[in-house]
């Protein structure tokens, strides 16, 4: 029973951090390619992060290239989205999900967790 469970999310003000959690039950996420996708409210769901299983390289889309980082805590079974100076155009659900798979990508994920709202407002 593969189960994925994001949290941190919360309210915050701009130029704020967040750091998010994805936990994994069911899987080892080591031997698992990961991403970060968020959807705001009446927009496409969009990839912004994930990182591979082949050479644990780190992907990022460019509206959030050089503010976020992702990474592993294997010990933890925990991938993990370090979010810093927010802006309010980062308000969304953010989801994690993951594949069993060698390179990473934002297409054709098996597992998906419920989500997590970060809200970023004045």
């Known amino acids: 029973q593969v189960q994925l469970v994001e949290s941190g999310g919360g309210l915050v003000q701009p130029g704020d951090s967040l750091r998010l959690f994805c936990a994994a039950s069911?899987?080892?996420?080591?031997?698992?390619?990961v991403a970060w996708f968020r959807q705001a409210p009446g927009k496409e769901r969009e990839g912004i992060s994930c990182?591979?299983?082949?050479?644990?390289?780190?992907h990022y889309s460019d509206s959030v290239k050089g503010r976020f980082t992702i990474s592993r805590d294997n010990a933890k079974n925990t991938v993990y989205l370090q979010m810093n100076s927010l802006r309010p155009e980062d308000t969304a659900i953010y989801y994690c999900a993951a594949d069993y798979r060698l390179w990473c990508g934002y297409e054709s994920y098996d597992y998906w967790g419920q989500g997590t709202q970060v809200t970023v407002s004045s």
């Open positions: 990182i591979s299983t082949s050479d644990g390289s780190q």
């Open positions: 069911g899987l080892t996420m080591d031997v698992y390619a």
